[in-house]
């Protein structure tokens, strides 16, 4: 099992930047790819970018690539999602998961997940 916690959301003005953090505990960290997806209300769950357990590869839905960076200290059982020049229409859940594949982008291809954490982007 693996165990995640999101943290690092909340409120922020058009084009602000935030960064969200996810811990994770239980099994070994660097084991798994790490995605993040986000999911606005009345939408479906959304993919963001995903990076591969050894942090040197990364992957991203095309709408936010250049915008969204996601890292990963495997040290710190951590990941990273830095967001930059946010929008309106950025604002959802954000939600950390983990999966034993690689190179995946749809929910039901990863395992574990946290509780998500909310990011409002409004004046």
């Known amino acids: 099992q693996v165990q995640l916690v999101e943290s690092g959301g909340g409120l922020v003005q058009p084009g602000g930047s935030l960064r969200l953090s996810c811990t994770a505990s239980?099994?070994?960290?660097?084991?798994?790819?790490m995605a993040w997806f986000r999911q606005a209300p009345g939408k479906e769950r959304e993919f963001v970018g995903a990076?591969?357990?050894?942090?040197?590869?990364?992957y991203y839905e095309s709408s936010m690539k250049g915008r969204f960076t996601i890292s990963r200290d495997n040290a710190k059982n951590t990941a990273y999602l830095q967001m930059n020049g946010l929008k309106p229409e950025d604002t959802a859940v954000y939600y950390c998961?983990?999966?034993?594949?690689?190179?995946?982008?749809?929910?039901?291809?990863?395992?574990?997940w946290g509780q998500g954490t909310q990011v409002t982007v409004s004046s």
């Open positions: 990076m591969h357990w050894s942090g040197g590869s990364a």
């Open positions: 998961a983990a999966s034993a594949a690689w190179g995946k982008a749809a929910p039901a291809d990863y395992n574990y």
């Open positions: 239980g099994r070994t960290f660097s084991s798994y790819a």
